[in-house]
């Protein structure tokens, strides 16, 4: 990008000011700026500033070997030096101007000369070209009499004609003395390293995007009006180590004993390294802003990607998996092999979204409806592929701990994953949160064979109803709550097999919670007896709460060993009761239902009020209609009090006149705690209560619970 000054905009720090604005640099930037006048030629400066480096870094390697009395190895040439197609008709050009600076820093340094007039002499002689084109000039013109010099100092011993030359320079007589010079040539290598760098980050802003970083903005504004400066600084020391090894060619020892020479050049090192730590920040800063505008451009065609009709996925795939080596972005979880995304053409393809956290419980339930797809591929149901899509902090370090995290839960999955989270750009992260409205917790977004978006997020389905959601779209999602009613098939069936036998046997049902085992043994006796007095077979079986910790854990093991009643076998199961009822809220709030238009989400929410309280509770139904529930203490109020509306239950039904007779206990006095996951993306502005119809006051709840 082309560098032009600017002025004003800018406000350096304090020590930046420092360097930059005493009187003599003003002086020295008016008369460096006078004689900037660029005709616009270009030169691509990148390959000659690689030879240069390597001729540096050559002559560093020989400098110890030489004062050591040793022979330095050669080795090839760097060939990234060499590779530039550019680079032979670059030198064409600039071949007159290299022997004419070369020339000039010769002969002014050759004797006591100013070094402030010759760095400006020599700024003189390249007024046409860019700032970067000057700076790597005058390097390359130095390195020509540098690396001369040491080439001759290497073979002088062993070379007939680099004796002649050394000769002539009076070079053995300045090396037999090589150890009297050791801090000199330090502190040269030192200077030397800290020009480079400064040349290095001037070519750096010169190569900047322009189609993303402007001359006008702030970032490059501080930047620009700082290298007229670290220019000049850049040349005048080159002209400083121009000197040093002129002194070394034709004055013999004489020139030893000026030992502030090192200090001066150790001085110049320091002011052109905090000149270099500077527009390094600047560059940083600049880097900054176009990765803003390239993050910016690369969402903005993602988005235009999601908008646009195709033909198949792959164009979506691609963008959302996509590794710049062209190395295969996913790994396949059975056969542990990457794989491209080839493999998912024209499918419909699940997009599981997660972070690191994901818990095991939740891959327990959706890996048997997987593995259950693969067994039986030919079904209508079984044509769909599932990506795990983890979503991590870029700016947080990816240690070993995060890898073995990531690698843990990846040998859980015997779908496809990412092979690494780096697969996912930043540009596709801002995507799957402000579109998709992803925020931790797991989501599962849904692409047709075409890549289209049919579901933002089919997990709830999918925990719901199981295969029966496919192919898990919205509108499926809505045929499913079409044709859904509140029973227990609905509350329970998918989970407890046994449920369907005691449907079709004509069983009751009572399907109870809490965890106080005291009450657990106080309920199931009284339902029992109450049971057998009205002559009715009953089941019932144990759900817990929705966080099954240890004492919930305890009882499901007390029921089982006391016979009480039915558990879970797998504790888990328990987890995943509530997490459907969760389902079904979030669900019913994706469709756009709320507690005042939708019986179901009343009585979701009723169910979900009951866990959240700090007493059991129970469900008590009869076939696929007939349901009564209540908090603890007024459905052992009601067991108790059988004998008060026992008639009604040959009239009504036992489930229709225990329902009227807890109506009847029923007080405008209560307490109702609705507590959901508050990072489901799912919380409602205004919830009324599911027993009066007021509106509930809202609280913000955060619970460690331990036992």
Not at 13 to 32: G, H, P, T, W, Y
Not at 653 to 658: P, Q
Request: net charge negative.
């Amino acid at each position: 990008m082309a560098m032009t000054l600017a002025t004003g905009r800018t406000q350096p720090a304090r020590n930046e000011r420092r360097m930059f604005s005493s009187s003599d640099d003003q002086v020295m930037l008016k008369q460096i700026l006078s004689s900037h006048a660029p005709d616009g030629r270009e030169i691509a400066a990148r390959p000659i500033l690689h030879i240069v480096e390597d001729i540096f870094r050559r002559a560093s390697r020989a400098t110890p070997a030489i004062v050591q009395g040793t022979q330095a190895q050669p080795d090839a040439l760097d060939e990234k030096a060499l590779q530039s197609g550019t680079l032979e008709e670059v030198l064409d050009l600039i071949a007159l101007t290299l022997s004419r600076i070369s020339c000039e820093i010769a002969c002014k340094c050759s004797g006591s000369g100013d070094a402030h007039a010759t760095t400006v002499s020599v700024c003189n002689m390249i007024t046409s070209y860019s700032w970067d084109a000057k700076v790597v000039l005058v390097l390359a013109a130095f390195a020509v009499n540098y690396g001369e010099f040491w080439l001759v100092a290497q073979l002088y011993t062993t070379n007939p004609l680099a004796k002649g030359v050394a000769i002539l320079k009076q070079l053995p007589e300045v090396l037999e003395s090589a150890e009297a010079w050791k801090s000199k040539f330090e502190a040269l290598t030192k200077l030397l390293n800290a020009l480079l760098d400064v040349a290095k980050c001037i070519v750096d802003f010169k190569e900047l995007p322009a189609q993303y970083i402007s001359p006008d903005e702030p970032e490059m504004v501080a930047a620009t009006a700082h290298i007229p400066t670290a220019v000049y600084w850049t040349i005048r020391g080159i002209i400083a180590c121009a000197s040093v090894i002129t002194s070394l060619t034709g004055m013999g020892q004489e020139h030893i004993v000026s030992t502030s020479e090192a200090w001066e050049l150790s001085s110049l090192a320091h002011k052109i390294s905090n000149i270099h730590s500077h527009l390094m920040n600047q560059l940083r800063l600049c880097h900054q802003h176009i990765e803003e505008k390239m993050h910016i451009e690369a969402y903005q065609a993602i988005v235009r990607i999601f908008e646009t009709p195709h033909i198949d996925n792959m164009k979506i795939l691609n963008v959302l998996f996509f590794i710049p080596d062209g190395q295969p972005p996913l790994f396949e979880g059975t056969t542990k092999k990457r794989v491209g995304v080839e493999p998912l053409r024209r499918k419909i393809v699940m997009l599981l979204i997660s972070d690191l956290d994901l818990l095991h419980e939740e891959l327990s339930i959706l890996d048997p409806m997987y593995q259950e797809a693969r067994q039986h591929p030919n079904r209508q149901e079984s044509q769909y592929e599932v990506v795990w899509t983890p979503v991590v902090d870029r700016r947080a370090p990816w240690d070993e701990k995060k890898q073995k995290q990531f690698e843990s839960l990846q040998g859980l999955m015997p779908w496809y994953s990412v092979h690494h989270p780096s697969v996912i750009d930043p540009a596709v992260i801002r995507y799957i949160k402000e579109v998709w409205g992803f925020n931790k917790r797991p989501m599962l977004v849904v692409l047709d064979p075409q890549g289209k978006v049919v579901n933002t997020n089919a997990i709830y389905m999918i925990w719901i109803w199981g295969s029966m959601a496919y192919p898990f779209t919205s509108t499926r999602e809505q045929a499913l709550w079409e044709g859904a009613n509140w029973n227990i098939e609905l509350l329970a069936d998918n989970i407890e097999p046994s449920i369907f036998n005691w449907i079709t046997e004509g069983k009751y049902i009572c399907l109870y919670g809490g965890e106080d085992i005291e009450w657990i043994r106080q309920l199931v006796a009284l339902a029992q007896a109450v049971a057998q007095a009205a002559n009715i077979k009953l089941e019932m079986l144990y759900v817990g709460k929705s966080n099954p910790r240890e004492k919930v854990r305890k009882n499901n093991t007390n029921i089982a060993t006391e016979k009480l009643s039915h558990v879970f076998t797998d504790v888990n199961l328990i987890w995943f009761f509530w997490v459907r009822l969760e389902s079904m809220w979030h669900s019913k709030i994706q469709r756009g239902m709320t507690v005042e238009n939708d019986p179901i989400m009343q009585e979701i929410m009723t169910m979900l009020s009951f866990d959240g309280s700090d007493q059991g509770w129970a469900v008590i139904c009869h076939g696929s209609a007939e349901m009564a529930r209540a908090k603890g203490d007024t459905l052992v109020k009601s067991l108790n009090e059988f004998n008060q509306w026992k008639e009604a239950v040959n009239q009504k039904g036992f489930v229709r006149a225990l329902s009227d007779y807890l109506h009847g206990l029923h007080t405008p006095h209560h307490c109702n705690r609705l507590i959901l996951p508050g990072t489901s993306g799912s919380i409602l502005e205004r919830v009324v209560c599911a027993e009066c119809g007021r509106v509930m006051e809202k609280f913000f709840m955060y619970r460690c619970c331990t036992d």
